[in-house]
């Protein structure tokens, strides 16, 4: 199949997410409600506290060995099962909901005692406090001297507030995504650097009656202030008895060794479902990352409101579908997961037996310049429908190298998982683009044709990168699979202008 993006195709697939979220419904999260089965087209308004914690020494687990081969894969695997079925267990035992725990960072929620006033947010906030101290306490105590599998150091971002809760997913792999301040301000302190410990903003701060501070992203709870916590949730609890209970459950469901096999190309039809850790796949691929710049802004600005959180409903789903159809169904990329407002897929052309690395970067670039044509047409779509989102960007950041799918957890509770040193690089070549800008990484660059080393410069990062500029840069350059993809729209085009001049479709406001 040739891979290419057409415009009349993605219109098609916009004009069809418009119309299933025409009319969307936003009520207030009052009672118990399954969070994973949120319609596309619903949202909760929902008061909660928000943790992310993030594990600060993954890295060092991904880089254990010089090469990435098997057994640095293998050992970070092991290391994040390990602690997710710890984390799990500590969940299971107090009054939060895990959202999502992606690769080394865990979001849960508290969201009890319900209701907006000050005594019981700061309840919310007392019990984050002290999940978080539990959290890392026990993941001191989990790792496998055996194995070379170290304890987890994590750090803890917390905040309390209103936000969104939404679908985050589709086909199977189904969610909740909190859009809104508190989300975001924990996952911020949770990212904010390497030091262990647990770290509240402001607002949590001074629901729990600590003095407001300026470097709160740096300054960690004091031993203190986190007993003050631990005393007003009452924990029923330990850490001893998490440990103990984690030990007897991997003795009963031992986590077996990981083993890797090949994914015969194209990765769309890789079922990450039926993965197991003696079933996982591994395999040299491209990792692309395609964060929303601006959303969190767009989000504040429109949740107070009814029609502004259905515009963020809106938004939201038209636009992530649209990425998502354009990696998936154009370029038989797959998609691994939304993380935010974020989508994180893999793209990898080649046989059974090897990747085709100088023409699985090609594709990639003809890819991300489909992600940001597709984010271009989905905004001017949206407007049209009136809803306007201003100031909102498309930063993509991809790299090349050994990539590992699998999943983690037992059998009734597992999470896919995804790692390898790219998709950490293609995350932090995402994180240094601006608003319009596309990075790709050093291995992909150096593995790639001089034609798409010559369009992204010795910087490795360009601005404004469509489909059709990286096509046409690409194939007069010589790159053999931006000529075969050029050659492939041509042949689209020419029936689509005919189609063009006989239909005309006219934009329609949405109405409730």
């Given at each position: 199949m040739s891979h290419t993006w057409d415009a009349e195709r993605s219109k098609k697939r916009i004009a069809a997410a418009i119309k299933a979220v025409a009319k969307v419904e936003i009520a207030d999260y009052k009672r118990e409600f399954s969070l994973d089965s949120i319609p596309i087209n619903k949202a909760y308004r929902m008061n909660a506290a928000h943790l992310y914690a993030d594990i600060v020494n993954f890295d060092d687990m991904l880089n254990v060995t010089d090469d990435e081969g098997t057994t640095c894969h293998r050992r970070t695997l092991r290391f994040l099962n390990l602690h997710y079925r710890a984390v799990r267990r500590v969940l299971d035992r107090v009054d939060m909901t895990r959202v999502d725990f992606h690769n080394q960072r865990l979001h849960a929620i508290c969201y009890k005692p319900y209701g907006s006033d000050e005594e019981n947010e700061a309840d919310r906030v007392h019990l984050a406090v002290s999940v978080a101290k539990l959290i890392i306490d026990v993941l001191a105590n989990t790792g496998d001297d055996d194995e070379k599998i170290p304890n987890a150091k994590v750090r803890v971002g917390i905040?309390?507030?209103?936000?969104?809760?939404?679908?985050?997913?589709?086909?199977?792999?189904?969610?909740?995504?909190?859009?809104?301040?508190?989300?975001?301000?924990?996952?911020?302190?949770?990212?904010?650097?390497?030091?262990?410990g647990v770290f509240l903003t402001n607002q949590a701060r001074k629901i729990i009656g600590l003095p407001e501070i300026d470097d709160h992203q740096a300054v960690p709870l004091s031993s203190g202030e986190i007993a003050v916590s631990q005393e007003a949730a009452h924990l029923d609890v330990s850490v001893d008895d998490i440990v103990s209970e984690w030990r007897d459950d991997l003795e009963a469901h031992p986590i077996g060794t990981f083993q890797f096999a090949r994914h015969t190309p194209p990765l769309k039809n890789l079922d990450i479902s039926n993965l197991t850790p003696k079933n996982s796949r591994r395999q040299e691929a491209v990792s692309i990352y395609a964060d929303l710049d601006g959303f969190s802004d767009f989000v504040a600005k429109n949740t107070d409101d009814d029609e502004g959180a259905k515009a963020v409903v809106r938004a939201l789903h038209v636009i992530r579908s649209e990425l998502d159809a354009s990696l998936s169904s154009d370029f038989e990329g797959r998609r691994v997961r939304f993380i935010g407002d974020c989508i994180h897929g893999l793209i990898c052309s080649g046989t059974a037996q090897t990747t085709d690395e100088e023409a699985t970067v090609s594709d990639a670039t003809l890819c991300v310049g489909a992600l940001r044509s597709g984010f271009d047409l989905a905004l001017g779509e949206l407007a049209a429908n009136g809803v306007a989102i201003d100031g909102l960007g498309l930063q993509i950041g991809f790299d090349l190298g050994p990539v590992s799918v699998t999943r983690l957890g037992i059998r009734g509770d597992q999470i896919r998982c995804c790692v390898g040193r790219a998709v950490r690089n293609s995350e932090r070549e995402q994180m240094r683009c601006g608003s319009d800008e596309t990075s790709i990484g050093n291995s992909a660059y150096e593995a790639s044709t001089s034609a798409v080393r010559g369009l992204f410069g010795k910087n490795r990062k360009i601005a404004n990168l469509d489909y059709n500029e990286a096509v046409e840069a690409l194939s007069s350059e010589g790159d053999g699979t931006a000529e075969t993809a050029k050659k492939a729209s041509l042949n689209i085009a020419s029936p689509a202008v005919v189609r063009a001049s006989e239909t005309v479709i006219r934009p329609h406001a949405i109405k409730d």
């Open positions: 905040d309390t507030g209103t936000a969104l809760a939404v679908n985050n997913g589709r086909r199977g792999g189904r969610e909740p995504l909190f859009l809104g301040s508190p989300a975001n301000q924990a996952a911020k302190h949770a990212a904010a650097g390497t030091k262990a």
